[in-house]
């Protein structure tokens, strides 16, 4: 990457991490209000198979301090920020150029990016650069200022935290089998669930909420205590569809929200996977939106 005149472009580091992730809050602050990402989240996404640290993250420093960055993130995602005060220069740009150039050279098939669709501006700029939108996405919240009521699990499923380890691989193998059947979804290694999930930062079992039938984990939900709950993910397996244990995955993420003090309980999900209808009947609702804009390379 070519900088812009006065600033200096290099690979991060792990020493960057801290700077990284106040640069990109600070992003968040300005441009939607809200704080959506911490510290054990980038450390899981840069321990994922294939990620090469000399080549697939890019700062831009004007002097010591961070004012953008690009990271390729997975085989297709990109992620891009740069400092409310450091627009207007053309490193957006020059990041864009960059990451794609840096994805075909990885053998890429598709870069995109989600961006809220509030960044109007953000949208226009990707579409000119030929980025075309994929799919949808939602955070969801749901409000319990009194205690909620308990959700219970069909006959038969026990709803419980995770035994570890022996229940480890099944689980993570549910997760990446549900999410399998979404439209033009790359496989995920089993390792980079471990990473994304039980070797997160700060992980605990109960964590890990699954629902089980004997032996048998035949749901989950992992859920981030982040000052509020966050449901990170949630999947049911296709035969065990149907009978509320998707439900009973909610009500106990509500619960412990509303237990440690929270007055609501959020997350995300996109069209691809065709639960926001769910969501909605159990009484969330959307807080904001957003598109993936992505090039085939």
Known sequence: MIAPEG?????????????????????????????????ADLLSDISVEGFEPEEDWLGVFDGDRIVAWAFL??????WIDVAPDARGRGIGTSLRRWAVARARERGNDRLGQTIEDTRTDVATTLRLAGFTPRHTSWILQMDHPTEPPTADPPTGIEIRAIQMPNEEDQT????????????????????DWRASVTQRAGFEPDDLVVAVEGARVVGGAFLIDSEEIWIDKLAVAATYRHRGIARALLGTAFRRSFDRGYDHTSLSTDSRTGALTLYERVGMRVTRSFTNWAVDL
């Open 7 to 39: 600033l200096i472009a290099r690979p991060l580091t792990l020493d960057d991490v801290d700077a990284t992730i106040a640069m990109v809050n600070t992003c968040e602050l300005i441009d939607s209000g809200e704080l959506m990402w911490e510290r």
């Open 73 to 78: 993130q997975g085989p297709r995602r990109l």
């Open 172 to 191: 993570l193998e549910m997760f990446e089998t549900a999410f399998s059947e979404f439209d033009d979804r790359l496989p995920t290694p089993l390792d």
